[in-house]
């Protein structure tokens, strides 16, 4: 070996030593970027969390405050909870994007899900949209009394999938929202006043002048009776044995059955008293049952010796 050689090789063998020193500089360096990038990221993280949930709080509560005064019955509950639910979603979506995490492949597998779940539940989800259609026209709330089809009853809950009715025998009815947006709706206590429909029949002969007369005093008489708008009179047409007269007095919609409970014993008595006759339906049957019996057509007698009995009796006679 010459001079030389070991004149290059000592270099190289100082720097090994320097290189084993510096490594454990570069990992401190490294790990104290490593903790501050992921205290960032920490701090990123909480500050999405607390102030996307101290947001999503005070969507809730103007939203709350403003479908109160729009929306009926279950209508504020639902909005509110609509907000939260799009708010949570938010703060998640956007809590995984600064914590690095690939929501693609969770994305992917959701829409699957989604579509798998659509078709299973395609009757729930024609409810649910149906239930936000019934919540925004506001065709009537819980406490009024409404009929659906032959259904007729007080409405106890406006659910995301279905109509509550007590009927007035105390029966709890529940009919899907899909059908509740298919059927004709009759609400009854919409409005604060209504008519109450009394038919009466009179006899023919009858003055229907004096017989408006006495109804129209009834009504009068009556406290529960409103005198404006004025009750109806309606002469209704002629019937097969009667009169047919229409009267509509109008009430508060608290009142019907109490004013057609007053109004019709007091009809019958004071028409009554009137000698007015109520008319209805009879059948007069003329003539005595003997006579009827008599003129009606003698039946003809069955003859003898046809068919087996005669067949019998023929055997008879020729035995004897």
């Known amino acids: 070996m010459n001079g030389s050689d070991l004149v290059a090789t000592a270099p190289a063998a100082d720097a090994a030593p320097a290189a084993d020193a510096a490594l454990p500089d570069l990992l401190e360096i490294a790990r104290s970027f490593i903790s501050t990038q992921a205290l960032v990221t920490a701090l990123k993280a909480l500050a999405i969390v607390v ?10 509560m103007v939203t709350g405050r403003l479908a109160r005064g729009r929306l009926q019955g279950r209508g504020p509950d639902l909005a509110v909870r609509a907000v939260r639910y799009a708010g949570f979603t938010l703060v998640a979506v956007n809590l995984f994007e600064v914590l690095g995490i690939d929501l693609s492949a969770l994305l992917g597998a959701a829409g699957i899900a989604g579509v798998a779940i659509g078709f299973a539940a395609q ?4 409810n649910l949209i149906s239930g936000i259609f019934l919540l925004s026209e506001k065709a009537f709330a819980p406490g009024d009394v409404i009929q659906v089809d032959a259904s007729l009853g007080v409405v106890e809950a406006v659910d ?10 105390n029966r709890l009815v529940r009919i899907p929202n899909e059908t509740m947006v298919k059927s004709n709706i009759v609400n009854a206590t919409r409005f604060p006043v209504r008519r109450v429909d009394i ?4 006899a023919y002969g009858t003055d229907l002048g004096r017989a408006r007369e006495i109804l129209l005093e009834l009504a009068a008489a009556s406290p529960l009776v409103l005198a404006e708008p004025e009750p109806l009179f309606v002469a209704d047409g002629f019937g097969p044995s009667a009169i047919n ?5 109008w009430v508060r ?13 007091a009809i019958a008595r ?6 007015i006759a109520i008319a209805y339906q009879t059948l007069t049957l003329n003539g005595t049952l003997e006579a009827r019996i008599a ?10 010796g046809t068919g087996r009995g005669g067949e019998r009796d023929a055997r008879r006679a020729g035995s004897s």
């Open 51 to 60: 102030i996307g949930l101290a947001l999503v709080r005070l969507a809730a």
């Open 123 to 126: 009757t729930s989800m024609s």
């Open 160 to 169: 995301l999938l279905s109509v509550k009715l007590r009927t007035f025998d």
């Open 199 to 202: 038919p009466v029949s009179v």
């Open 245 to 249: 007269l229409l009267f509509g007095p």
């Open 253 to 265: 919609k608290e009142d019907v059955l109490a004013v057609k409970n007053e109004l019709m014993p």
């Open 270 to 275: 004071r028409f009554s008293e009137e000698g």
């Open 295 to 304: 003129a009606a057509p003698a039946k003809p007698a069955a003859k003898r």
